[in-house]
């Protein structure tokens, strides 16, 4: 624990079999971890029998694929149910090191920033780190554009590498959220909207041959949704929209 508050690592799974131990491993590995959620989302693979045999470890399963975002959505629910005050999500595919778990769960155990993200672009190692070009200037021009239309200042908004409090991620309207990948982004903006600050840390990330990658159909789908919520942001913050996304009371 950290200063008495608990700490849960939710692993969203999608035929991660090759990867799970390794990176439940080195999440253990760091003291501060009291335990981890491994959500399945119906893989084709033995994720779950894997999970199931890790200790420290609550495996849940969907019946069906649903989807990344509903896979979240689960993650956090479960975490929240288990006690946790710091919720940390790490990708079971170990693009991202554990080892910034004590870090980031630090942050928002010191009141600094509710949300903190481990950056890929902070440090300019994402290139060294195997992302691929196409992927890194997408990523380039999406956070551009999000932080123009949201008013943020953020290096990157599609890490999967993020910590939360128990305080922040009882005030999102996560249900309002997409299923697919753009959940991601759309938790950001809805952060934005309370107008909580997020934090970031910078992040190695590995892009090893087993990693998940989502296609370039779905990339493009998960870009316009992104562009989507940014617009949607901004014009109910105008106040000429309503959305589900944006329910609570205006941001400042």
């Known amino acids: 624990m950290i200063r008495g508050r608990k700490v849960v690592v939710v692993m969203p799974a999608y035929n991660a079999a090759q990867t799970i131990e390794r990176t439940w491993r080195e999440v253990l ?3 501060v971890v009291d335990l981890v959620i491994v959500v399945d989302d119906a893989s084709t693979d033995a994720t779950m029998a894997l999970a ?3 200790d420290r470890v609550v495996a849940h399963q969907h019946p069906r694929n649903i989807g990344y975002g509903a ?10 149910e288990h006690g946790a005050d710091i919720v940390v999500m790490v990708h079971p595919d170990y693009q991202y090191t554990p080892k910034l778990i004590p870090a980031m769960a630090g942050l928002v155990a ?5 949300c903190v993200l481990g950056s890929r672009i902070l440090g300019g ?3 060294k780190g195997g992302m691929p070009l196409w992927r890194y200037v997408s990523n380039r021009f999406l956070t551009l554009v999000g932080n123009v239309l949201l008013g943020t200042k953020l290096s990157e908004f599609h890490t999967g590498y993020r910590a939360f409090s128990r305080e922040l991620l009882e005030r999102l309207p996560l249900e309002a959220n997409s299923e697919d990948f753009v959940f991601d982004n759309q938790i950001l903006a809805q952060i934005t909207w309370l107008g909580a600050d997020i934090g970031e840390i910078s992040c190695p990330t590995s892009y090893a041959p087993e990693a998940s990658s989502i296609s370039f159909p779905r990339s493009l789908r998960y870009g316009f949704g992104c562009l989507w919520t940014g617009v949607v942001f901004r014009l109910a ?3 000429v929209v ?3 996304l944006f329910p609570i009371a205006r941001a400042k």
Do not use: F, V, W
């Open 71 to 80: 896979n979240q959505r689960t993650c956090y629910r479960l975490a929240l």
């Open 242 to 244: 309503r959305s589900s």
């Open 52 to 54: 199931k045999r890790l």
């Open 29 to 31: 590995a760091e003291d």
């Open 110 to 114: 010191s009141g600094l920033y509710p």
């Open 237 to 239: 913050r105008m106040g």
């Open 125 to 127: 190692h994402a290139l």
